[in-house]
Antibody, heavy 130, light 113 residues
Framework: QVQLQESGPGLVKPSETLSLSCSVSSGSMNDYYWSWIRQSPGQGLEWIGYIYYTGSTKYNPSLKSRVTISIDTSTNQFSLRMTSVTAADTAVYYC????????????????????????WGHGALVTVSS | DIVMTQSPDSLAVSLGERATINCKSSQNLLYTSNNKNYLAWYQQKPGQPPTLLIYWASTRESGVPDRFSGSGSGTDFTLTISSLQAEDVAVYSCQQYYTSPYTFGQGTKLEIK
């Protein structure tokens, strides 16, 4: 059973950069998508972005200009970096694994598709405040 | 972005009774080439992360009790708990994975009456 654990500072000052890491244990990162999702106090879930194990990324357009997700499969970790944070970025940040399915394109190549999130970390509360 | 709207926002049901939560998407989630609906349901108990209950709108994740079922197609979906147990108190959220950005409903809080 894969396990995910977020780590990073719980307090970030406005205009500074939020950095979180997610450690993945009991499993390989290969063949999966790795996502960041956040939940503001009393609010619903917001998908931030993902990174495929190959390093390809996709971000929520609402955050794309401020977000970078990176991966290090040799250490079984992936990371989130969010710049120029404001109080609106105060949230619990979750890392999660995305389970892909594969489709064949016209050339017969297997193309992965990001689906549901089947394993989640416990979450890390990040407060943006001076 | 695809907007996911759940109803009701909160629900109180007696133990042993049926609980029904609805999820409506602003766009069709049925991919006609494979006849699959790109919708998942999650359960989030207080102080815990979400856990996957159902994917493809109606396929139960391994280990999920069979009192949980999902139905619907296109833009309208339902999560049903056939006989509510005390441990089912949680917030339930739907999520579309038809297209990025992957969006969630606002959540439905389920309590015991």
């Amino acid at each position: 059973q894969v396990q995910l654990q977020e780590s990073g500072p719980g307090l970030v000052k406005p205009s500074e950069t939020l950095s979180l890491s997610c450690s993945v244990s009991s499993g390989s990162m290969n063949d999966y998508y790795w996502s960041w999702i956040r939940q503001s106090p009393g609010q619903g879930l917001e998908w931030i972005g993902y990174i495929y194990y190959t390093g390809s990324t996709k971000y929520n357009p609402s955050l794309k200009s401020r977000v970078t997700i990176s991966i290090d499969t040799s250490t079984n970790q992936f990371s989130l970096r969010m710049t120029s944070v404001t109080a609106a970025d105060t949230a619990v940040y979750y890392c999660a694994r995305g389970d892909p399915t594969y489709y064949s394109n016209s050339s017969g190549r297997q193309i992965p598709w990001h689906n549901w999130l089947d394993s989640w970390g416990h979450g890390a509360l990040v407060t943006v405040s001076s | 972005d695809i907007v996911m709207t759940q109803s009701p926002d909160s629900l109180a049901v007696s133990l042993g009774e049926r609980a029904t939560i609805n999820c409506k998407s602003s766009q069709n989630l049925l991919y006609t080439s494979n006849n699959k609906n790109y919708l998942a349901w999650y359960q989030q108990k207080p102080g815990q992360p979400p856990t996957l209950l159902i994917y493809w709108a109606s396929t139960r994740e391994s280990g999920v009790p069979d009192r949980f079922s999902g139905s619907g197609s296109g833009t309208d979906f339902t999560l049903t708990i056939s006989s509510l147990q005390a441990e089912d108190v949680a917030v339930y959220s739907c999520q579309q994975y038809y297209t990025s950005p992957y969006t969630f409903g606002q959540g439905t809080k389920l309590e015991i009456k």
